[in-house]
């Protein structure tokens, strides 16, 4: 193995790297103060004199020469074994797999883990992947600039006053492009587990820098002026008739529970266990995903709340706990409405959704010290997401945790109390 390099300071900067096979990584360079800097991705160089071009590239997408040489190694070793073709569309695709019957086989499988909003907009996007190839294109002939082309597609413009759709939409949000790229990289992949293609072409597209999460929350006393305005609003009918309670019932049970409002929103009276004071998240319902299938322990006014509405059940037959201003089952989105509106007459200047309970919850567990793995069990999530989140470091909640460990020494008692004297 040779290659070139460029003495900076303690470093070996190389730029190029022999592999057995008489293939290469290399990578750009551009010269700064007369040294040579290195720029952009390694690259897999193979040459062949029989094919055209002689030289192929193969952008291996990572700045880490060990990363690089790993990625190289396993191109090399593919294409020895006759697998892996650089020429080839698509990074050397299998042929023969249809691209339409790839997609039914894959939604198929999904729809018997996932819930049917998730696979009804995975088979949106990979609706339109199919509309940017051929009738008939194999899974092999699926390339990055498909991928790119759903990904960034724009939205549809808005109707003008004769209901005609004119000029170009609105350009997708970050968060929009993120899970078109997320729904079809989770297809490919499983296209190359399958063996259906050996790469993944969406792993090369890039997504435009995401805003920083914001998990706006309610606090004790914003979610009581959100009650109040609620009861309020019933008193005086100003908003029409609606179920008296049902949103106060909703919004004390969501933020002593922190479930997701399609979670409270599926929760029946058969995953309801009022003698061990808890419900069952998952009976009998789709949930988001394995880990989302929990019990949760429920106490204080959340238990009130869950009590009196048992105390109030007209029927045995398993039906909703929570209904809606109508009687029916709850409407996230017109909920999230109401609540916002709510929040506008309680002066809370916050952006309160449904989902706001949530985070309410989550805030207000890791703010009294509960470890974030058992917060993460609680919430039926990944510790990342919670340590994301919700595990802001307090200094002073840090102290504390260190004297309930270790205690306080019999010298340290003893500066406090005169300390304590002095003052």
């Given amino acids: 193995m040779s290659g070139t390099s460029k003495r900076r300071g303690k470093t070996d900067e190389v730029f190029a790297v022999e ?45 880490d020469q060990a990363a690089a040489m790993r990625k190289a190694m396993g191109y090399a070793r593919r294409r020895s074994l006759g697998t892996y073709d650089p020429w080839g569309k698509a990074g050397g695709a299998v042929a023969g797999v249809g691209l339409a019957s790839a997609v039914e086989r894959y939604l198929a499988e999904k729809s018997g883990a996932s819930a049917p909003s998730t696979v009804a907009e995975d088979r949106r996007y990979l ?7 051929p009738a008939g294109a194999l899974v092999g002939h699926v ?14 413009p808005p109707k003008d006053a004769d209901g005609v759709r004119r000029g170009p939409g609105p350009e997708a949000s970050p968060e929009t492009k993120k899970r078109r790229r997320a729904s079809l990289r989770h297809f490919l992949a499983w296209t190359v587990e399958r063996g259906m293609r050996t790469d993944n072409p969406a792993d090369g597209v890039r997504l435009p820098k995401m805003p920083n999460a914001r998990r ?3 606090t004790d006393a914003e ?18 008739v609606e179920r008296p309670g049902w949103v106060a019932d909703w919004v004390t049970f969501g933020l002593g529970t922190g479930l997701r409002p399609g979670e409270q929103r599926e ?10 004071r808890s419900v069952e998240v998952g009976k009998g319902h789709r949930v988001k995903t394995a880990g989302s299938r929990r019990t949760v322990p429920v106490r204080g006014d959340a238990l ?80 990342r997401m919670i340590e994301r989140h919700y595990g802001h470091y307090d200094p002073a909640r840090g102290a504390s945790h260190v004297e309930r460990v270790f205690g306080t020494s019999p010298a340290e008692q003893g500066h406090d109390t005169e300390a304590t004297r002095d003052g």
Avoid: C
Avoid at 144 to 154: F, G, K, S, T
Avoid at 267 to 276: G, P, Y
């Fill in 304 to 383: 009130a709340v869950l009590r009196r509405l048992h105390a109030g059940r007209t029927t045995e037959a398993d039906g909703f706990v929570f209904r809606g201003a109508t009687g029916g089952k709850v409407a996230v989105d017109y909920l999230t409405k109401r609540l916002q509106k709510l929040a506008e007459r309680a002066r809370v200047h916050k952006t309160v959704t449904a989902y706001a309970l949530r985070h309410a919850y989550g805030t207000r567990m890791a703010a009294a010290g509960v470890p974030l793995l058992d917060l993460a069990r609680l919430m039926g999530t990944s510790l």
């Fill in 216 to 218: 706006d929350h309610v």
């Fill in 267 to 276: 929760l029946r009276w058969s995953a309801v266990r009022l003698a061990e």
């Fill in 223 to 240: 979610a009581a002026a959100i009650l109040r305005a609620a009861a309020s609003a019933e008193v005086t009918g100003e908003d029409g």
């Fill in 143 to 156: 390339g990055q600039d498909h991928v790119e082309a759903v990904v960034n597609a724009r939205k549809k």
């Fill in 127 to 133: 609706d339109k992947l199919q509309l940017e190839l």
């Fill in 19 to 63: 592999l057995p096979d008489g293939s290469r990584i290399d990578r750009d360079h551009k010269v700064v103060d007369g040294e040579r800097v290195p720029v952009g991705s390694w690259r897999w160089v193979v040459y062949d004199p029989d094919r055209r071009p002689k030289r192929k590239r193969v952008n291996l997408r990572t700045k």
